[in-house]
């Protein structure tokens, strides 16, 4: 997903401060257009956050929790804006003059095909970490399950 948020962003000129895990990780946002980097394990995002945007950022997607969401939530400006899937948790603290925006990551097929175009047409980049056919769907969870993974895993269902 933050890979899809990065490249819609810079569409829209955007400058992007994207958390990533890991050197690699950063360096994959970082080549599909992210302006700066966050370690988003043991990177410093309040530093980073003032050094990138010294009045604030003004909007935030919130895949995840935790620390690095609740400094990035101390950064945002009067005005900005911060949008988080449900079932983030703990979900972002909305303060004063921020507006916070929750919605459903469960997408229909309508919403997918409207966001494949969107992609196409664009000329995004979807990384791929690994295709397994559908025989090996146990592998691939396995793979999930051990963490840090860069890009999607496919299943190939025919």
Not at 6 to 32: H, I, M, N, P, Y
Not at 38 to 63: E, N, W, Y
Not at 77 to 90: C, L, Q
Request: hydrophobic share 45%.
């Amino acid at each position: 997903m933050v890979t899809l948020a990065v490249q819609f962003a810079k569409l829209r000129r955007a400058r992007v401060l994207a958390t990533a895990s890991g050197k690699d990780g950063q360096e994959l946002v970082r080549e599909l257009g992210a302006d700066a980097t966050v370690d988003a394990r043991h990177g410093d995002m309040l530093k980073a956050g003032k050094h990138f945007a010294p009045d604030g950022i003004d909007a935030v997607l919130a895949l995840a929790g935790g620390q690095v969401l609740r400094h990035a939530m101390e950064l945002v400006r009067s005005g900005g804006r911060v949008a988080y899937p449900n079932g983030v948790e703990p979900p972002p603290k909305k303060r004063h003059g921020m507006e916070v925006i929750a919605y459903d990551a469960v997408s229909n097929r309508r919403e997918l095909e409207r966001l494949a175009r969107a992609a196409e047409v664009a000329n995004l980049t979807v990384p791929i970490a690994a295709a397994h056919p559908l025989a090996e769907a146990a592998k691939a969870h396995e793979r999930l399950a051990h963490g840090h993974v860069l890009g999607k895993i496919v299943l190939h269902i025919r």
